[in-house]
């Protein structure tokens, strides 16, 4: 007799073939077995199906390819589609650690949950721009804030990069209802409301690769700030005053600029409140990834990670 699948892993994609071969070598050396593997294909041209067929012996896996909707519906097609009593979601870009599955598992068996998500963090193994993007995702002198890996709180919300959730919750809130930008927030705000168990597991954490320029990174996090104002429009009070930060950093250093030029005395003022910052930042950076390289890189990461994220902010609000 089949023994049931326990956990589901839901991997929604588009054009990254290479992304995903990582990540499912990974999941091979699970110390847990009791899973399998769904790869969501959201209609990409560039398509991972010889990259499945290689783990097919490997994993209890399946691949589906459908028409191209956004993270969100290709999600909740994996979720319709899964056989487990758990859903866990990753990025396609995350590398999963051996003992992942077991911290995870042990964790619920002795303080269960419906809704569950871990931090993030860079590995040895990605580019130094990589780490730095990952140091400053996380840190708290940025936007980082509970996903470095903070003791689970009640302000907890689980991200989509590292997610888990029960079937019950599926069911009695039906998944992602937007497509892209800041779903993962808005859902994880619904399974709030609906009565559920919502946990950080800081031990179960996994290796997120993030983009591989500063270009590509802005147009990532200025589309996490214009999400973050659609969830806000969706739910009263999900925008604070620290979702404002980045917004405020960016029309900051257009005023010190002004300043510089008209006000000097005022300009250099500012000025010096920026250099302090960079200052703190490095000191993080460095005690948080031992590098001097990837503290150097972690400055500007975290500028333009903060004025992406702003401009987002403020183009989503003004329109």
């Known amino acids: 007799m089949t023994m049931a699948v326990k956990y589901s892993i839901i991997v929604p994609v588009f054009n990254r073939p290479h992304e995903?071969?990582?990540?499912?070598?990974?999941?091979?050396?699970?110390?847990?077995?009791?899973f399998e593997v769904l790869i969501i294909e959201d209609g990409s041209t560039e398509t991972c199906e010889k990259v499945y067929e290689t783990y097919t012996q490997l994993l209890q896996i399946r691949y589906f390819y459908k028409p191209n909707s956004g993270p969100?519906?290709?999600?909740?097609?994996?979720?319709?589609?899964?056989?487990?009593?758990y859903f866990i979601v990753f990025d396609s870009d995350c590398i999963i650690p051996p003992d992942y599955l077991t911290v995870v598992d042990k964790h619920l068996e002795g303080s269960p949950l419906d809704a569950w998500g871990g931090p993030d963090r860079?590995?040895?193994?990605?580019?130094?721009l990589q780490q730095a993007m990952a140091f400053t995702m996380s840190s708290v002198v940025t936007t980082g804030g509970i996903r470095g890996g903070k003791k689970a709180s009640e302000k907890f919300q689980p991200r989509s990069f590292n997610m888990g959730i029960s079937k019950e919750v599926f069911l009695a809130t039906g998944g992602f209802r937007f497509d892209r930008f800041a779903e993962d927030i808005e859902f994880s705000i619904r399974i709030k409301k609906a009565g559920f168990r919502i946990g950080l597991i800081p031990e179960a954490y996994v290796f997120h690769k993030r983009r591989t320029t500063l270009q590509q990174f802005y147009r990532q996090v200025f589309n996490f700030g214009r999400g973050r104002v659609l969830v806000g429009r969706a739910h009263s009070g999900a925008?604070?005053?620290?979702?404002?930060?980045?917004?405020?950093?960016?029309?900051?250093?257009?005023?010190?600029?002004?300043?510089?030029?008209?006000?000097?005395?005022?300009?250099?003022?500012?000025?010096?409140?920026?250099?302090?910052?960079?200052?703190?930042?490095a000191l993080f950076a460095f005690q948080n990834t031992r590098?001097?390289?990837?503290?150097?890189?972690?400055?500007?990461?975290?500028?333009?990670?903060?004025?992406?994220?702003?401009?987002?902010f403020i183009k989503q609000i003004v329109s």
Not at 20 to 34: A, C, D, I, R
Not at 122 to 128: A, E, I, S, Y
Request: glycine share 10%; hydrophobic share 45%; proline share 4%.
């Open 20 to 34: 995903v071969s990582e990540l499912l070598q990974s999941l091979t050396h699970q110390t847990y077995t009791n």
């Open 72 to 85: 969100g519906p290709s999600r909740n097609f994996g979720y319709q589609n899964a056989r487990g009593d």
């Open 122 to 128: 860079g590995h040895r193994d990605f580019t130094l």
């Open 239 to 281: 925008i604070k005053f620290t979702h404002w930060f980045p917004s405020l950093f960016t029309l900051g250093m257009i005023f010190m600029l002004v300043f510089l030029l008209f006000w000097p005395g005022i300009g250099q003022l500012m000025l010096a409140g920026y250099v302090i910052y960079v200052i703190v930042l």
């Open 291 to 312: 590098s001097l390289r990837v503290t150097l890189l972690s400055i500007p990461s975290a500028f333009v990670q903060l004025i992406g994220y702003g401009c987002g």
